[in-house]
């Protein structure tokens, strides 16, 4: 039997894995490190101002937490002005402040997981972040050099992440998460894709291969199967959160061999408060019969190894272990 590890690369690769590769299994995530503690995320029914001076509330009976983009919130107002009023946090800490997240990593069997960093939010996420949603696709259009500016601040001080994480903690892969689009189209064009994105996302995800990451794990839940040959361009192995909505299996047989795919189990059809293992089962057969078990890891779209609705997660584990005994007789 393969380790969690030896199968993913083999059903990444095109060769031979022995059973699905079931959700985060084959991700050792790290967390802990002292630049993500400084930088703080409301808990729900909280609302907190993080390193970089946005406000953040998580209201309760939601999903997650989200910025707060009324005038008084925002932070970049004027965006031929972002130097004013935008300033990254430090990552310089004391070398014992890693200490918790370097006995996390240890704590790892690197035979049978990668270990994994985490990144978030992506750097689409932080443009809106700091100016709201809607400021940030007018941006692209009617400011695009300040655009540029702001976006190679925001991927200076990754980079600069990205060193510490390499120097302290060796890890394998990473976790990026930046949200591309809605449940039905990008968020961006392809072609604007490539002018602003692009280019970041080739330096930063760069960056982590030439130091020794062999995985990129990119998390988007949405549409974005128009921005995969940029994917590809980028360095992303494997794109978690593919929403159905993407027709995968047209995307494995177009892109398989050059990136895999993870997801396909929507949590919006899934992870609500009547789930029944019936629904779970019925959903994890289809995208598993579907999609086939090569370039492709069934998983809900969640940008975690866990659920809203407590019980989701494991339920559609255990069904993945029922269709590898199926499928991989």
């Not at 406000?55 to 008084?72: L, R, S």
Request: with cysteine; net charge negative; proline share 6%.
């Amino acid at each position: 039997m393969l380790t969690k590890r030896q199968n993913l690369l083999e059903t990444i690769r095109g060769g031979k894995p022995d059973r699905f590769v079931n959700q985060f299994e084959f991700l050792g995530l790290v967390f802990g490190d002292p630049i993500s503690m400084s930088n703080p995320m409301p808990k729900p029914g909280e609302q907190v101002v993080n390193a970089w001076g946005v406000t953040i509330a998580f209201p309760e009976n939601t999903p997650g937490p989200f910025p707060v983009h009324d005038e008084e919130h925002k932070v970049v107002k004027d965006i031929t002005k972002w130097e004013e009023v935008v300033k990254a946090p430090s990552v310089d800490f004391p070398d014992e402040a890693w200490d918790f997240i370097k006995s996390r990593a240890a704590a790892i069997d690197r035979n049978e997981q990668f270990v994994t960093v985490i990144g978030a939010p992506g750097i689409f996420e932080q443009l809106h972040y700091l100016m709201g949603m809607d400021d940030t696709l007018i941006n692209f259009y009617e400011e695009p050099e300040a655009m540029h500016e702001l976006i190679d601040y925001i991927t200076e001080h990754k980079i600069e992440i990205a060193k510490q994480l390499i120097k302290h903690v060796q890890p394998e892969a990473l976790y990026h998460h930046d949200d591309w689009g809605s449940q039905i189209s990008s968020f961006i064009s392809p072609e604007m894709f490539a002018e602003f994105l692009v280019p970041a996302y080739k330096k930063l995800y760069g960056f982590y291969k030439e130091n020794g990451v062999e995985l990129i794990v990119h998390h988007s839940d949405s549409y974005a199967a128009n921005l995969v040959p940029h994917m590809i361009e980028i360095g992303i192995d494997i794109w978690q959160g593919v929403l159905s909505t993407n027709n995968i299996p047209e995307l494995i047989e177009k892109y398989g061999g050059k990136i895999s795919f993870m997801g396909g189990i929507d949590n919006g059809k899934v992870d609500f408060e009547g789930w029944t293992p019936e629904l779970i089962a019925q959903e994890v057969e289809k995208v598993c019969k579907e999609c086939g078990h090569m370039y492709f890891i069934p998983n809900t779209t969640m940008g975690e190894p866990g659920s809203v609705f407590k019980g989701v997660y494991e339920t559609v584990s255990q069904e993945i272990d029922k269709m590898s005994k199926i499928m991989f007789k």
